[in-house]
């Protein structure tokens, strides 16, 4: 049965709303990131088709390597990375004599995958643990799809068996706690919200509360959406993290960056990291940027793993992140 969509906080919360009658519809996250392969054609088209055209035309000149280097910087990939692939594509065309276009395709695959670090954890810390609940901290500037995308992660979670709680912590904005509440009935999720410019770090502490409380395997805290240049409000999201470690340790901090912003996205998931520890990034707007190549421009530079990627406008388009599924549909 699923659990009531709206709990109050000690706060004072809004009232609540119906919990839904019946477990909602959501599609497996199991290969969703196959089932939205046709969302990343937008970035195919500006960045693994060119790349196959030229490395499938057999040797090339000088010019030809530089028309790659600058397919590759035009990708978001940074010029680290670039002249790094660059030199390891010199290398492999070579020693593996490359002359036709199935040669380059399953080349680039390899060398693309590799980039991606399929060594690198991806998995979620979303199972309960030591009689308290998994708590995950999702943080952001604004309008990279924060709420949404807690919202959406909770479906993902919901649809593999968890029992989820949702923490409106932003509290800046009340059309923030109204729409977690929407995701909520839409997940069967409990929600914890208190009135608009109530304490952030005491709602999420009461929504850790209501999780445990409740037997709940994970509790996902959504924040205000932070400039990372302003100190104050990124002192306040250190609080709300150290309020709610006096009850349980928080398992993920996750940062939302939207894939269109490039090397400004990277900028703010370093100050993110210097106060929170970010242990995963979520990728936002995939779908709508010819700059596929953030996704190993983010890795490379942070040390941090992309874990989901959101490749849509739909309840269900956040997909775990998959390397060679996305190289895969780079270059389908």
Do not use: C
Request: net charge negative; hydrophobic share 45%; proline share 5%.
């Amino acid at each position: 049965m699923a659990p009531p969509a709206a709990a109050p906080s000690t706060n004072g919360a809004a009232p609540p709303t119906a919990a839904p009658t019946a477990p909602p519809e959501i599609a497996p996250a199991e290969g969703r990131l196959e089932r939205l392969r046709g969302r990343l054609a937008r970035s195919r088209s500006g960045f693994g088709q060119g790349l196959l055209g030229l490395l499938g035309a057999g040797e090339l000149d000088e010019e030809s390597w530089e028309d790659v280097e600058a397919m590759l910087l035009q990708a978001d990939l940074g010029p680290e990375m670039t002249s790094e692939l660059v030199e390891t594509l010199r290398t492999e065309l070579a020693r593996r004599a490359v002359r036709t276009s199935e040669q380059a395709r399953q080349l680039l695959r390899e060398v693309l995958t590799a980039a991606l670090r399929t060594d690198l954890d991806r998995s979620l810390r979303a199972l309960p643990h030591d009689g308290r609940p998994a708590v995950l901290l999702i943080v952001g500037v604004n309008g990279t799809g924060k709420t949404t995308t807690t919202g959406k992660l909770a479906r993902v979670l919901v649809a593999g068996g968890r029992h989820v709680v949702l923490g409106a912590a932003d509290t800046f904005r009340a059309a923030a706690a109204e729409q977690l509440g929407t995701w909520g009935e839409r997940a069967g999720a409990t929600v914890v919200r208190g009135p608009e410019g109530a304490d952030p770090a005491s709602v999420a502490f009461d929504a850790v509360k209501q999780g445990t409380d409740e037997g709940a395997d994970a509790v996902l805290l959504d924040t205000a959406g932070r400039l990372h240049t302003k100190t104050g409000l990124m002192d306040e999201l250190g609080k709300v993290k150290r309020v709610v470690s006096r009850q349980a340790a928080v398992d993920e901090v996750l940062l939302v960056l939207d894939a269109t912003t490039g090397q400004n996205g990277l900028t703010q998931a370093r100050v993110f990291g210097e106060v929170v520890d970010v242990t995963g990034i979520v990728l936002t707007k995939l779908d709508g940027t010819a700059k596929g190549g953030i996704v190993f421009r983010v890795q490379r530079e942070l040390g941090v793993p992309v874990k989901l990627v959101g490749l849509g406008e739909g309840p269900d388009d956040l997909a775990p992140f998959e390397p060679a599924a996305f190289v895969d549909a780079l270059l389908a």
